[in-house]
C-alpha cells in the first residue's frame, strides 16, 4: 500500500512539474513578436547598408573617372618653339600629340639658305638622362631638310621638359632656335591627384583667404572676397589676390613659365621678370589666350600669395586663323614684344607694386 502511494506521489510531483516546466503560449508569442521585430530591424539595417556601399562604389567609381579625365587631359603635351638669334634660316615642322609613338619623336625641319652644319643641344633637369651634344651626321650642306631622332632609347626624350637647342651654321652666321617639349609623367599627375583627392578638404582649407589681414588705404580702396578663395579691392579694376606656395620665388625661366601657364593658359608668354631686393616677391607681366581674346597682366607672387592685374584685353582677329604650333606662338611672341612697349603706360602698376608689397610684409 504504502508503495502505491509512494508511487502516486511521485506520479503527481512529475506532472505538476511538467505543467510548470511547460512554455506559456504568451510568452511563445511574445517570442515570436520579438524575433519578428528584431529581423525586421535586421533587414532593414542591412538594406539600409547595402545603399551606402552602392553609394559608397559609386563616388569611388566617380573620384577614379574624375582623376583619369583629370589626368588625359593633363597629359596632352606642350610645344613650344623660340629663335634665339636675329638669324632665321632654320625651321621646324609643328609638332602635335600623334608626332609621339613610343617614347620617339622625329624633329624635321628645313633650311632657308646653305648651312655647312647643324648641331642639337638637349637637356632636361627632370630626367636621369644626361644633356647631350649632338651633331646631324647625315645631314650635307646640300641637303634643305634635316631630321633629329629625339627618343627614348637615345636618352634624348623623357617625362618632364625636354629642350633641344638647334645650331645651323652657315659661313659665319648662326641660326638658333630652341623647341621645348613638356611631356607630363601620369604617374605622378594620378599620384597627386590622388593625394589632392585624399586631402580636398584640408586643402581647400588652406586655400582659404582671410579678407580681414589686408590694408585698407584710398589708392586701393577696402579689400572684398569674391568668394572662399580669391580677395579684390573695391577700387582696384580687374584684381585678383589668391594663396600660393612657392618653394622658390625666383626670375627662374622654367619656373616663371609654368607658374604662368598654371595659372592663365598653355598659350601664353611673358616679359620683364623682376625679383624684389631681397627676393621675396617676383612681379612679370604675361600674356595668354582665353576663347580667341588675348589677356595681358601683370603678375606678383611671393611665398604666400599670387596676384594679376588685368591691363588690356581683346580680340585679335589673326589669332583665329593660325593653325600650328609655331605660328600660334610666332604670333604670341610678337603681340607681348608689342605690349612691352606699353608696360610703364599702365599707371595702375605703381599701386598693385606697392599694394603687393604691403600684403606680403
Not at 512539474?17 to 511574445?30: T, Y
Not at 588675348?294 to 607672387?301: D, E, G, L
Not at 610666332?330 to 599702365?346: T, V, Y
Request: aromatic share 14%; net charge negative.
Amino acid at each position: 500500500m504504502k508503495k502505491i502511494v509512494i508511487l502516486l506521489i511521485l506520479i503527481w510531483i512529475t506532472y505538476y512539474a511538467w505543467e510548470n516546466m511547460k512554455p506559456n503560449q504568451e510568452v511563445i508569442d511574445a517570442k515570436k513578436e520579438l524575433w519578428l521585430q528584431i529581423n525586421e530591424e535586421e533587414n532593414k539595417v542591412t538594406e539600409a547598408k547595402k545603399e551606402i556601399f552602392k553609394a559608397v562604389d559609386k563616388a569611388v567609381t566617380d573620384v577614379k573617372e574624375n582623376i583619369e579625365e583629370v589626368i588625359e587631359e593633363k597629359i596632352t603635351p606642350t610645344f613650344s618653339t623660340e629663335y634665339l638669334t636675329d638669324s632665321k634660316f632654320l625651321e621646324l615642322n609643328p609638332l602635335d600629340k600623334s608626332d609621339l609613338i613610343d617614347w620617339e619623336v622625329e624633329l624635321i625641319g628645313k633650311t632657308l639658305q646653305t648651312v655647312d652644319k647643324i648641331r642639337v643641344l638637349y637637356s632636361n633637369k627632370e630626367s636621369s638622362f644626361p644633356d647631350d651634344d649632338f651633331t646631324l651626321k647625315k645631314f650635307k650642306s646640300w641637303d634643305s631638310e634635316f631630321l633629329y631622332r629625339a627618343f627614348s632609347r637615345y636618352e634624348t626624350f623623357d617625362f618632364g621638359t625636354n629642350i633641344y637647342t638647334f645650331f645651323a651654321y652657315s659661313w659665319e652666321d648662326v641660326s638658333k632656335m630652341e623647341l621645348i617639349i613638356y611631356y607630363p609623367n601620369p604617374d605622378e599627375l594620378k599620384k597627386v591627384s590622388t593625394e589632392n583627392n585624399e586631402t580636398s578638404s584640408e586643402w581647400s582649407e588652406n586655400k582659404k583667404i582671410d579678407a580681414s589681414v589686408f590694408p585698407t588705404w584710398s589708392d586701393y580702396g577696402s579689400p572684398i572676397k569674391m568668394w572662399e578663395e580669391v580677395i579684390t579691392y573695391t577700387d582696384i579694376t580687374g584684381f585678383e589676390i589668391t594663396r600660393h606656395e612657392a618653394k622658390d620665388v625666383t626670375c627662374n625661366s622654367d619656373i616663371v613659365t609654368k607658374t604662368l601657364q598654371d595659372k592663365t593658359t598653355s598659350w601664353s608668354w611673358w616679359n620683364t621678370c623682376r625679383p624684389s631686393k631681397d627676393n621675396e616677391i617676383v612681379s612679370f607681366f604675361g600674356l595668354s589666350m582665353k576663347d580667341w581674346n588675348y589677356i595681358y597682366s601683370k603678375h606678383y607672387y611671393s611665398s604666400n600669395y599670387y596676384a594679376i592685374i588685368e591691363l588690356e584685353s581683346g580680340l585679335d582677329d589673326s589669332w583665329i586663323s593660325l593653325e600650328s604650333v609655331e605660328d600660334k606662338n610666332a604670333w604670341l611672341k610678337s603681340k607681348n614684344n608689342e605690349l612691352k612697349i606699353k608696360n610703364e603706360d599702365f599707371e595702375i602698376i605703381e599701386i598693385t607694386d606697392n599694394l603687393f608689397t604691403e600684403i606680403t610684409q
